[in-house]
């Protein structure tokens, strides 16, 4: 079975620093690509960034460009989203998620994590 668990959230302030992580397990072979996406209270959830499992090819939502990095250790089967210059509207639920293409929309993504919140105080 899959299993994609999140860890790393928590209150922060706004300016502040902090990195999530994706553990997976039980992942198959076509599971190309991991990334991250983001709730808030009554919003659809959105993409945040993305990598290729091979070459590491990587792909971000605008609004993180610059200060989101992600980072993958395939032999740990994780991938990492360090996230600086937080601002209050980085607020949300983020999950985690596997699929078989790199691409900005959850349809490509067939694995998910529970989540994990992350608040950023003002």
């Known amino acids: 079975q899959v299993q994609l668990v999140e860890s790393g959230g928590g209150l922060v302030q706004a300016g502040g620093s902090m990195r999530l992580s994706c553990a997976a397990s039980?992942?198959?072979?076509?599971?190309?690509?991991r990334g991250w996406f983001r709730q808030a209270p009554g919003k659809e959830r959105e993409f945040v960034a993305a990598?290729?499992?091979?070459?590491?090819?990587?792909d971000y939502a605008d609004s993180v460009k610059g200060r989101f990095t992600i980072s993958r250790d395939n032999a740990k089967n994780t991938v990492y989203l360090q996230m600086n210059s937080l601002k209050p509207e980085d607020t949300a639920t983020y999950y985690c998620?596997?699929?078989?293409?790199?691409?900005?929309?959850?349809?490509?993504?067939?694995?998910w994590g529970q989540g994990t919140q992350v608040t950023v105080s003002s």
């Open positions: 998620a596997a699929g078989g293409y790199l691409g900005q929309s959850p349809h490509n993504y067939n694995y």
């Open positions: 990598i290729t499992r091979s070459a590491g090819v990587t």
């Open positions: 039980g992942l198959p072979f076509s599971s190309y690509v």
